[in-house]
Each structure stands twice: as structure tokens, then as C-alpha cells.
């Protein structure tokens, strides 16, 4: 599959999820430095989505690595992006699984968002 062939679901992050997210994040009343960590994390992210996937394909072990953070700081950082609604976990997996919301990533063509939440729920195991 290509994301360039139209007939293909690929997802695709919208500039207005990073708006809101940049907003929330400034709403949040953190310092500056805790939002810009929260921003890089969520890039990392975003960069590491599977294939047609909402999860991240790294652990948050590997994060720490690619960001040069602490554990602690990560944890901070994360509960932040979930604070805003630009991130779940999912509780209960080991390693916990990271996902972008389903604002922010879309399946399929842009023209049809019928069925988005259940389609994302389905995708990280939340519906049968």
C-alpha cells in the first residue's frame, strides 16, 4: 500500500489536532519547558506510528532513549499528552501501548469520517 494511492486507508495527522493539542498544552498552566517536552514526545510519537496504525511502534523505554529524558520526565511528559487528549495508553498491556487519539489520526478518505471512533476503537482492541 502506498499513501499515495487513494483507494488505501493510511492515516494522516491533521494540523487542527496539533492546534488544539499547542492550546491545550498552553492552557494546562505547565512551564513552557514541560509543554516544548510534551510537543518533542508527541513528535517522537507521531513519527513512530505504525503503518495504518494509531499505536506507536516504540516502548516508552525506547522514547527515553530517542529523547535523552529520564524515565520520571517521560511519565510527566505522557500524562500531559493524555491530560490533553492527544494521547491514550492502554492499561493492562505490557508494555503499556501509546496511541495517538482519534482526532488526531484519521483511517481512509478524508471525504467520509463516518464510523472514526468505532474504526479506532476496534484498531487498538476496545471493540470486537
Request: charged fraction near 20%.
Amino acid at each position: 500500500m502506498s499513501p499515495n494511492d487513494s483507494t488505501n486507508a493510511y492515516v494522516v495527522i491533521s494540523h487542527a489536532f496539533q492546534d488544539t493539542v499547542l492550546e491545550r498544552l498552553q492552557a494546562s498552566g505547565v512551564t513552557k519547558a514541560r509543554r516544548h517536552q510534551a510537543i518533542a514526545v508527541l513528535w517522537f510519537i507521531i513519527r513512530n506510528l505504525g503503518w495504518e496504525s494509531y499505536e506507536c511502534q516504540l516502548t516508552t523505554h525506547q522514547l527515553c532513549d530517542f529523547t535523552g529524558v529520564d524515565q520520571g520526565e517521560m511519565t510527566r511528559a505522557l500524562k500531559l499528552l493524555e491530560q490533553v487528549g492527544a494521547i491514550h495508553r492502554l492499561k493492562g498491556t505490557r508494555p503499556k501501548v501509546i496511541t495517538v487519539s482519534p482526532e488526531a489520526a484519521y483511517f481512509g478518505d478524508m471525504k467520509e469520517r463516518d464510523g472514526l471512533l468505532a474504526r479506532y476503537q476496534r484498531s487498538i482492541g476496545l471493540l470486537t
